[in-house]
């Protein structure tokens, strides 16, 4: 791992996109060829999600061959709920990218059996190949690529 340090936050999320967009594209994703990321949600990753956004309107990144796998969900909370991370995604990221809605993989809080569906989620991670890039991000402002 390798650690690098930025005068703030705008230049810590934008640095992190240019990395994801880098690697996506380097990887050359096609059909039958998907890459995998792992992807945070919360407050910190949003300016590297608003970067992404802008890197793909500008026809530099497609993540049409991408797969994504969120790290958590509320339990209890309707994925249709302001709060859930599932509208945070969909909201902030997935809707204003190129990305299949089959290929967003969020977990399910309200899955009768919420062992079965961690199984099942691990399973769709094998199924994918494993995450390729795996974004994680804690307070106050870290993300790590």
Request: hydrophobic share 35%; proline share 6%; with cysteine.
């Amino acid at each position: 791992m390798r650690l690098v340090i930025l005068e703030d936050y705008d230049q810590a999320s934008e640095w992190a996109a240019k990395y994801i967009c880098n690697r996506i594209i380097q990887f050359k994703p096609s059909q039958g060829r998907y890459f995998t990321l792992g992807l945070p949600t919360g407050s910190t990753p949003l300016g590297c999600y608003k970067k992404l956004i802008e890197y793909h309107k500008n026809g530099d990144l497609s993540f049409k061959y991408v797969k994504t796998f969120n790290m958590d969900e509320y339990v209890g909370l309707p994925r249709n709920h302001p709060e859930s991370y599932h509208s945070y995604m969909w909201n902030n990221f997935f809707k204003h990218i190129d990305i299949d809605p089959n290929n967003a993989h969020i977990l399910d809080g309200n899955a009768p059996d919420l062992q079965a569906e961690c199984d099942a989620f691990e399973k769709k991670i094998e199924e994918a190949g494993g995450i390729d890039l795996f974004v994680g991000a804690t307070p106050p402002y870290y993300l790590c690529v």
